[in-house]
């Protein structure tokens, strides 16, 4: 990684605020875990903690290629012309990233406004719901479509499931040739069952490289082809954790990702058990979703490792504030503060004022949201919550793209810092052997009747 630039002389992307842990730690408590997660740097960058062999990500924002990106343009404008909906098949690190960034990205309604410039994108494969994938092929039906299959194996059971109807449902309408113009496949370079199809049907293909585990795979073709071929500027995005890349192999206390790990730990030590993820833009709610894969399938496990929630505000302090106020104190909040909207509202005076409100005329609708964050913010701290806040600049593909790296970088250090293996998910395998065996999958007919006997 690059170490010729301090960190001062960088283009600050993402920042992080330690006002609203006042009084929550000593000064030696917060040099003994910025040390420790200096040392958690060196393993992760050097390569030299477990799951080390799954860090392709690390360099991979500045390795993206000028052909990789021209390729993406290429279909994106291809399907501009006469696709209408793009169906992207994934689960878990597949389908997540490249959601967050959608929403965080797209206007609120756009689904609404009707056809725009660019087709529209809805999500397949993410859950086994027979109602979802009969109402998507209503969808489908009434769509000029293509699809979008992201798997390493094609064969992990809710995509496979969903593109297997896929696939059938656009074979009924267009021809072998034309549907192999209509999908293109993200799946491992030379096996699996999905790159078998892909090579059988005449696929277009992209590689998950070998060294990139799915939470970690929005900056590959997983996360930037649903992107572009939604219209988004992924030559942006690249750029923002480009820059932020460059922050973030500085070894230095001004390296936002060092401290917001050390806190965490710091803060886990304490007894806070749970981290809430707060957002006050409702765009920001799926990337609060990525976050908490991102968290909680690298750090929970060994019986260790802090529970990753998340809440909207203004929205879940009609539900959720009463608790996060008064309720057991083994939470702490980060907040994910955007400075500057892309539009904004001004509140206009009303000659009756009977809700009250004209004390806020001339004021914008986010100057509210600020006082918002920033009350609820004290509110909390007083009621025994401490608070770390992540600062943007805006809402755009450059700082998303900052953003995400930033949270990889820093969940790399982190869960080294519990002494934990980043990139694997042994516990995820469970679930899946009960459904098979459950579902009659050959070879599981002891296990099945074990579980039969149980329940």
């Given at each position: 990684m690059d170490n010729s630039l301090h960190i001062s002389e960088l283009q600050r992307v993402v920042s992080v605020d330690l006002k609203g842990l006042k009084g929550s730690y000593k000064e030696s408590e917060y040099e003994l875990y910025i040390k420790t997660a200096e040392q958690s740097f060196d393993t992760l960058v050097n390569r030299v903690g477990r799951g080390g062999e799954f860090l392709g990500w690390l360099n991979l924002p500045s390795q993206i290629s000028d052909s990789q990106r021209e390729l993406l343009m290429k279909i994106a404008n291809d399907w501009k012309s006469d696709i209408e909906l793009v169906v992207v098949v994934g689960i878990g690190g597949s389908y997540l990233g490249s959601k967050a960034a959608l929403e965080a990205l797209s206007h609120h309604f756009s689904l609404h406004l009707g056809k725009g410039e660019w087709p529209q994108i809805v999500f397949a494969g993410q859950n086994l719901s027979g109602e979802y994938l009969s109402e998507l092929t209503d969808l489908i039906d009434k769509r000029s479509t293509a699809a979008i299959v992201i798997s390493k194996s094609g064969t992990t059971t809710e995509p496979a499931v969903a593109f297997r109807l896929i696939k059938r449902v656009l074979g009924q309408r267009y021809s072998k040739e034309e549907c192999q113009r209509r999908v293109v496949a993200i799946t491992d370079k030379s096996k699996g069952a999905l790159k078998k199809m892909a090579d059988d049907e005449g696929y277009l293909t992209f590689v998950i490289p070998d060294d990139v585990g799915g939470r970690y795979s929005v900056l590959t073709p997983v996360g930037l082809l649903p992107l572009a071929v939604a219209g988004m500027d992924v030559n942006a995005m690249i750029e923002g954790a480009t820059a932020m890349q460059a922050i973030c192999s500085q070894r230095s206390r001004e390296n936002p990702a060092i401290v917001y790990a050390a806190l965490r730990n710091l803060l886990y030590s304490q007894g806070k058990k749970i981290e809430i993820l707060v957002n006050y833009n409702p765009k920001l709610q799926y990337f609060s979703e990525w976050w908490k894969?991102?968290?909680?399938?690298?750090?929970?496990?060994?019986?260790?490792?802090?529970?990753?929630?998340?809440?909207?505000?203004?929205?879940?302090?009609?539900?959720?504030?009463?608790?996060?106020?008064?309720?057991?104190?083994?939470?702490?909040?980060?907040?994910?503060?955007?400075?500057?909207?892309?539009?904004?509202?001004?509140?206009?005076?009303?000659?009756?004022?009977?809700?009250?409100?004209?004390?806020?005329?001339?004021?914008?609708?986010?100057?509210?949201?600020?006082?918002?964050?920033?009350?609820?913010?004290?509110?909390?701290?007083?009621?025994?919550?401490?608070?770390?806040?992540?600062?943007?600049?805006?809402?755009?593909?450059?700082?998303?793209?900052?953003?995400?790296?930033?949270?990889?970088?820093?969940?790399?250090?982190?869960?080294?810092?519990?002494?934990?293996?980043?990139?694997?998910?042994?516990?995820?395998?469970?679930?899946?052997?009960?459904?098979?065996?459950?579902?009659?999958?050959?070879?599981?007919?002891?296990?099945?009747?074990?579980?039969?006997?149980?329940?």
């Amino acid at each position: 990684m690059d170490n010729s630039l301090h960190i001062s002389e960088l283009q600050r992307v993402v920042s992080v605020d330690l006002k609203g842990l006042k009084g929550s730690y000593k000064e030696s408590e917060y040099e003994l875990y910025i040390k420790t997660a200096e040392q958690s740097f060196d393993t992760l960058v050097n390569r030299v903690g477990r799951g080390g062999e799954f860090l392709g990500w690390l360099n991979l924002p500045s390795q993206i290629s000028d052909s990789q990106r021209e390729l993406l343009m290429k279909i994106a404008n291809d399907w501009k012309s006469d696709i209408e909906l793009v169906v992207v098949v994934g689960i878990g690190g597949s389908y997540l990233g490249s959601k967050a960034a959608l929403e965080a990205l797209s206007h609120h309604f756009s689904l609404h406004l009707g056809k725009g410039e660019w087709p529209q994108i809805v999500f397949a494969g993410q859950n086994l719901s027979g109602e979802y994938l009969s109402e998507l092929t209503d969808l489908i039906d009434k769509r000029s479509t293509a699809a979008i299959v992201i798997s390493k194996s094609g064969t992990t059971t809710e995509p496979a499931v969903a593109f297997r109807l896929i696939k059938r449902v656009l074979g009924q309408r267009y021809s072998k040739e034309e549907c192999q113009r209509r999908v293109v496949a993200i799946t491992d370079k030379s096996k699996g069952a999905l790159k078998k199809m892909a090579d059988d049907e005449g696929y277009l293909t992209f590689v998950i490289p070998d060294d990139v585990g799915g939470r970690y795979s929005v900056l590959t073709p997983v996360g930037l082809l649903p992107l572009a071929v939604a219209g988004m500027d992924v030559n942006a995005m690249i750029e923002g954790a480009t820059a932020m890349q460059a922050i973030c192999s500085q070894r230095s206390r001004e390296n936002p990702a060092i401290v917001y790990a050390a806190l965490r730990n710091l803060l886990y030590s304490q007894g806070k058990k749970i981290e809430i993820l707060v957002n006050y833009n409702p765009k920001l709610q799926y990337f609060s979703e990525w976050w908490k894969q991102l968290f909680g399938e690298s750090e929970g496990k060994e019986g260790r490792g802090i529970f990753p929630a998340s809440v909207n505000f203004t929205s879940d302090l009609h539900s959720m504030g009463q608790y996060i106020q008064e309720g057991e104190r083994t939470i702490f909040e980060t907040v994910i503060s955007v400075d500057k909207p892309k539009r904004d509202l001004v509140i206009e005076s009303d000659q009756e004022n009977l809700d009250g409100l004209n004390f806020l005329s001339g004021k914008t609708v986010e100057e509210c949201n600020k006082m918002a964050e920033l009350g609820t913010m004290i509110a909390h701290m007083d009621g025994g919550v401490p608070n770390i806040k992540i600062g943007i600049p805006a809402l755009n593909e450059y700082n998303i793209g900052a953003l995400f790296y930033f949270f990889e970088f820093a969940c790399g250090i982190s869960a080294y810092m519990l002494d934990i293996n980043p990139f694997d998910q042994p516990g995820v395998e469970d679930y899946k052997r009960n459904m098979f065996a459950l579902l009659g999958k050959p070879g599981f007919e002891e296990l099945a009747a074990k579980l039969r006997s149980e329940i």
